[in-house]
């Protein structure tokens, strides 16, 4: 592409796309060449930046550039149609074959009233519908139809707009995605309360309809995440007839092996603890029902052994109070000219004056013979007899 098109084509400068043109007029016929190589022409990038009048005036001299297609196979109503540049969007329709631009399909399948749908352009799509209504009906290489992006979209108004020009009796307010799921397990999964309410109160929308692993719109709300507002909409669908799949009696269909990680995903969801929603129908226990329950027995087993403990405790606090009273901590000041000087009761006294260990020095580093020995028997008794071991170490210290 020439450097100075490409530049008046980002600015929108009509003026220099004139003056280019005098200079070559084969320019735009040339760029027709340039997008079968799959390059953005001059008309996507004014379509993309909604430059209507610089799209007029490139469609007013080759008009076969509106159906040229880019690397991802999108022509310029794709990109106009994206962005919610509707001048640009009535500019390309009016100047080319509406019909067969609105059915064009990039390399996903898309028409560019899915784009608008799933951008939640709601003035674009009603344009893109009047011109082209078949392509309401249209599904992409996914499986998703316009009303399937627009919920995925979360756009209540689009949602609304498209019910109302939808039969009760279409089929398409009921079709399932890729995946078997419905619009109205789109909006449950997603939590849109005020779109869950549209569709429940419409006419035929089905709230039992279930997806391709057999699961009913209230199944999808108890497998997902709980969140503020889940009560409600049980209650919304509870209201609307809904049940479960096993309340319905049916069966749950074996899983392609590409649906193996949403499963695993779902069963994750059921293993956890079973949560309580007063919409989900469970099974009281009966009066009648006297089985044994299980008792935590823990604190009893705990305290079977506590009598031997304690006595085996108070025969070591006899034993060591009477060894330390035969042998008293301490000894004679003996004469230490080696050695600096130590702040120990030793170091104050005089040569062969008896000597008494420091009771806070002691008492600060503890005894260890006594702390293992108490310890190791009361390994396993409760909190309240290891205070009562801990007062009896301190009157040994």
Same mark, same amino acid.
């Given at each position: %592409?020439? *450097?100075?098109?490409?530049?008046?084509?980002?600015?929108?400068?009509?003026?220099?796309?004139?003056?280019?043109?005098?200079?070559?007029?084969?320019?735009?016929?040339?760029?027709?060449?340039?997008?079968?190589?799959?390059?953005?022409?001059?008309?996507?990038?004014?379509?993309?930046?909604?430059?209507?009048?610089?799209?007029?005036?490139?469609?007013?001299?080759?008009? $076969?550039?509106?159906?040229?297609?880019?690397? $991802?196979?999108?022509?310029?109503?794709?990109?106009?149609?994206?962005?919610?540049?509707?001048?640009?969007?009535?500019?390309?329709?009016?100047?080319?074959?509406?019909?067969?631009?609105?059915?064009?399909?990039?390399?996903?399948?898309? %028409?560019?009233?899915?784009?608008?749908?799933?951008?939640?352009?709601?003035?674009?799509?009603?344009?893109?519908?009047?011109?082209?209504?078949?392509?309401?009906?249209?599904?992409?290489?996914?499986?998703?139809?316009?009303?399937?992006?627009?919920?995925?979209?979360?756009?209540?108004?689009?949602?609304?707009?498209?019910?109302?020009?939808?039969?009760?009796?279409?089929?398409?307010?009921?079709?399932?995605?890729?995946?078997?799921?419905?619009?109205?397990?789109?909006?449950?999964?997603?939590?849109?309360?005020?779109?869950?309410?549209?569709?429940?109160?419409?006419?035929?929308?089905?709230?039992?309809?279930?997806? %391709?692993?057999?699961?009913?719109?209230?199944?999808?709300?108890?497998?997902? *995440?709980?969140?503020?507002?889940?009560?409600?909409?049980?209650?919304?669908?509870?209201?609307?007839?809904?049940?479960?799949?096993?309340?319905?009696?049916?069966?749950?269909?074996?899983?392609?092996?590409?649906?193996?990680?949403?499963?695993?995903?779902?069963?994750?969801?059921?293993?956890?603890?079973?949560?309580?929603?007063?919409?989900?129908?469970?099974?009281?226990?009966?009066?009648?029902?006297?089985?044994?329950?299980?008792?935590?027995?823990?604190?009893? $087993?705990?305290?079977?052994?506590?009598?031997?403990?304690?006595?085996?405790?108070?025969?070591?606090?006899?034993?060591?109070?009477? $060894?330390?009273?035969?042998?008293?901590?301490?000894?004679?000041?003996?004469?230490?000219?080696?050695?600096?000087?130590? *702040?120990?009761?030793?170091?104050?006294?005089?040569?062969?004056?008896?000597?008494?260990?420091?009771?806070?020095?002691?008492?600060?580093?503890?005894?260890?013979?006594?702390?293992?020995?108490?310890?190791?028997?009361?390994?396993?008794?409760?909190?309240?007899?290891?205070?009562?071991?801990?007062?009896?170490?301190?009157?040994?210290?």
């Amino acid at each position: %592409m020439d *450097p100075r098109l490409e530049e008046a084509a980002y600015a929108g400068d009509v003026t220099l796309l004139r003056r280019l043109q005098q200079e070559d007029r084969l320019l735009l016929h040339k760029q027709a060449i340039a997008v079968a190589h799959l390059s953005d022409s001059p008309l996507h990038i004014a379509a993309s930046l909604g430059h209507s009048d610089f799209v007029r005036e490139i469609l007013a001299v080759n008009p $076969e550039l509106a159906h040229g297609r880019n690397r $991802e196979g999108r022509s310029a109503l794709h990109l106009a149609a994206a962005q919610g540049h509707l001048p640009v969007v009535k500019e390309l329709l009016q100047h080319a074959a509406a019909a067969r631009l609105c059915l064009a399909t990039d390399n996903d399948g898309f %028409m560019p009233a899915h784009t608008a749908a799933l951008q939640g352009r709601l003035d674009v799509l009603t344009v893109l519908l009047d011109a082209c209504p078949e392509s309401a009906r249209a599904v992409t290489s996914q499986g998703d139809s316009i009303l399937h992006l627009t919920v995925k979209s979360n756009s209540f108004e689009t949602v609304q707009l498209l019910l109302n020009r939808t039969d009760e009796k279409d089929e398409l307010l009921n079709s399932g995605d890729a995946k078997g799921n419905t619009i109205l397990h789109l909006a449950v999964a997603r939590k849109q309360l005020q779109t869950v309410k549209l569709l429940l109160g419409w006419r035929g929308i089905e709230a039992n309809a279930t997806n %391709m692993r057999g699961d009913t719109v209230l199944d999808v709300l108890l497998d997902s *995440p709980c969140q503020h507002g889940d009560l409600l909409l049980g209650e919304l669908i509870r209201a609307a007839g809904g049940r479960t799949a096993a309340e319905e009696g049916k069966t749950q269909p074996k899983s392609s092996p590409s649906d193996a990680r949403a499963s695993a995903t779902v069963a994750s969801h059921r293993s956890r603890p079973n949560r309580w929603h007063p919409f989900r129908r469970q099974a009281r226990p009966s009066k009648d029902d006297h089985r044994p329950r299980k008792v935590w027995s823990e604190p009893k $087993e705990r305290y079977n052994n506590k009598p031997e403990a304690l006595m085996v405790v108070a025969t070591l606090i006899a034993t060591i109070t009477f $060894e330390a009273a035969l042998n008293p901590p301490g000894g004679f000041k003996q004469k230490d000219d080696d050695g600096p000087p130590s *702040p120990s009761p030793t170091s104050r006294s005089t040569e062969g004056e008896a000597v008494v260990k420091d009771e806070t020095e002691e008492n600060g580093a503890g005894n260890p013979k006594v702390d293992s020995m108490v310890g190791g028997v009361l390994d396993g008794v409760s909190i309240l007899d290891r205070h009562c071991a801990n007062i009896f170490r301190s009157d040994l210290r």
